[in-house]
């Protein structure tokens, strides 16, 4: 909580900085507007303005630069109007109970979720299931390892168009699938590698302690390694989660997906709605926000639990 | 079927050889360290090729890695034009300028313990957060050509550095700095003989998450326009054309260009960081 004014300070500054910035950003468009509706600017004539500086601009048509604010289609949106359009899609529109039609931010963000959800189950598992791969067999430390690391640096964006025509050619309907597969190849190295660590983290002699209990490997597993384990866990899952919420939406970008908040994405883009763009881009952020902080619950929670709250 | 059968028997007995490898005596040395995950590596692309063939998958759903083969070689004008405009201009360029602002940010807002605590848990945040989403706005402000390709690159890598810089500028202990004050050094000589060798491998692995990142900021970038070359275009494009041989030929090359990047940097750091327990222990 100590750290609460200072994060408030700079959060504050972002939002002092972006609305100055708006400013110089929109100054042609609300100075083209202005003109059309019949405003003197100067210089006149869009064209006659291209090889002018923004600054000089303002500084001649100063009381055209509170325009730049309200403007419907802006380059830059204050924070008010991203907000304003974030209420109307979400909130505004729940409470008329149109909270799953096709242009309210729920319905898209809950189809992202669930995309996210499903690969971050299937990356979780994998990485987990190769952590312990990779802790008992040396055949796959050596082999798997390299090509875990050689995978990450691969970047998935290029391969996210293929795994979504190879799937539909599969016979595969719907998009969870291929965001999901997208969403767990950003998803399962953090936990691999997490999980590889945790895994290894008992030490020589409460290894050999459970030896002399004459403990299986088995028990030795599940009585040891894995409750050792736990505290990497948690640390890996929440980068996981947020790696896999933004594979669904890598997913939903280039691929013509019509629903999800990476398709309101290129929606806004293709018919130039900053608007749409920048509440998709801010819901995201929030459910990456709701996200994370889920699991930071369940991880202080189940640390407390196991006597090893931080 | 001659194919699938050959292709398991393949499996089986590369997998038996990784297993007498990995138990063997020389376990340890570079020579198996590097032949297993080779061995590993060489039997999924058997196995690839030995599937499609087998199965008799078309080439427009799944072409085989000896049909890539050929059309990489046949067409390596093209993907070195686009390897040049991906890379070379759009993730390179981003990367160096965002990696030297965000080093420089980091070493202003380490002045000031206030601002450190501030932006340490923003920065985090906003590091986790899916930024390659800005690509469509950032094209619509710079244009179809590099500029927004390494405009995207920038904020992409931004956070991730910034974040591991100011952490590691907090590495040194109290001792070690007064240690410098006792020897009467000033902040500039603290920071570059104490401070900033400190927090090299937590730079270096900022850098390192910048990497791959610059590269799919830049490639994605291409999905929302650009001249008619560069890996993403071709991708785009070449998924809409049924082009697939030349787009997994494309898939190889990013792979390729991301792998020798990540190793580029991780070869620097081992040049650079050798004193660090992490690398002494690699090179022994």
Request: hydrophobic share 55%; net charge positive; charged share 15%.
């Amino acid at each position: 909580m100590r750290s609460l004014l200072p994060i408030l300070t700079v959060l504050a500054a972002i939002l002092g900085l972006w609305y100055l910035a708006v400013a110089p950003m929109n100054i042609r468009v609300a100075l083209d507007q202005a003109e059309r509706g019949g405003a003197t600017i100067t210089p006149e004539g869009s064209l006659a303005r291209k090889d002018v500086s923004t600054w000089v601009l303002m500084v001649r048509n100063p009381d055209h630069i509170s325009a730049g604010y309200t403007l419907e289609r802006p380059r830059l949106p204050t924070p008010q109007q991203v907000g304003q359009e974030l209420w109307k899609t979400t909130g505004k529109m729940a409470m008329r109970g149109r909270a799953w039609s096709k242009r309210s931010l729920i319905y898209h963000g809950w189809i992202t979720l669930q995309s996210t959800f499903w690969g971050f189950l299937l990356g979780t598992t994998l990485g987990i299931l190769g952590a312990v791969a990779i802790v008992y067999s040396r055949v796959s430390d050596l082999s798997l390892m390299p090509w875990a690391i050689i995978s990450q640096t691969v970047p998935i964006v290029a391969l996210a168009p293929m795994i979504i025509v190879l799937s539909s050619q599969l016979g595969v309907d719907g998009r969870v699938v291929p965001k999901a597969i997208i969403s767990a190849y950003l998803c399962y190295f953090p936990v691999l590698v997490g999980m590889v660590k945790g895994l290894r983290s008992p030490g020589r002699d409460q290894l050999d302690l459970l030896r002399t209990y004459s403990a299986s490997g088995l028990q030795s597993f599940v009585k040891l390694r894995l409750p050792a384990s736990i505290p990497y866990l948690f640390t890996s899952l929440k980068v996981g989660i947020a790696a896999a919420l933004v594979g669904t939406i890598v997913g939903e970008l280039p691929t013509g997906a019509i629903s999800g908040l990476g398709a309101r994405i290129l929606i806004g883009d293709q018919f130039g709605t900053p608007l749409a763009i920048w509440s998709a881009l801010i819901a995201a952020a929030i459910l990456a926000g709701v996200l994370v902080t889920l699991l930071d619950i369940v991880q202080r929670l189940t640390l407390k639990r196991m006597g090893m709250a931080a | 079927m001659s194919w699938l059968v050959g292709a398991l028997v393949f499996w089986a007995a590369a997998w038996l050889a990784n297993i007498r490898l990995a138990n063997s005596r020389w376990s340890e040395t570079r020579a198996v360290r590097i032949a297993v995950p080779l061995l590993f590596g060489v039997t999924l692309l058997v196995l690839w090729e030995g599937l499609v063939r087998g199965l008799g998958v078309s080439a427009v759903i799944l072409p085989a890695p000896s049909q890539v083969a050929e059309t990489f070689a046949a067409s390596t004008d093209t993907l070195w034009q686009d390897f040049r405009q991906t890379v070379f201009k759009g993730a390179l360029r981003g990367y160096v300028i965002g990696c030297i602002a965000a080093f420089l940010t980091a070493i202003l807002i380490d002045r000031s313990a206030f601002l450190t605590a501030g932006l340490l848990p923003v920065g985090n945040f906003v590091a986790a957060l899916p930024i390659v989403g800005i690509a469509p706005i950032l094209v619509s402000w710079f244009g179809f050509d590099w500029q927004s390709k390494a405009a995207v690159v920038v904020v992409m890598v931004f956070f991730p550095i910034l974040v591991n810089t100011v952490q590691g500028l907090r590495e040194t202990d109290a001792m070690q700095r007064d240690l410098m004050r006792t020897y009467a050094a000033g902040y500039m000589q603290t920071l570059i003989k104490l401070r900033l060798p400190a927090a090299l491998p937590f730079v270096f692995n900022g850098l390192k998450i910048a990497t791959t990142l610059a590269l799919i900021g830049a490639i994605v970038a291409e999905y929302f326009g650009s001249p008619t070359r560069g890996m993403g275009f071709r991708i785009s494009t070449g998924v809409g054309a049924l082009a697939i041989d030349l787009v997994w030929a494309e898939i190889a090359v990013a792979a390729m260009a991301g792998t020798a990047f990540y190793g580029l940097v991780a070869w620097i750091e081992a040049r650079v960081t050798f004193w660090h327990p992490s690398q002494r222990a690699k090179s022994r």
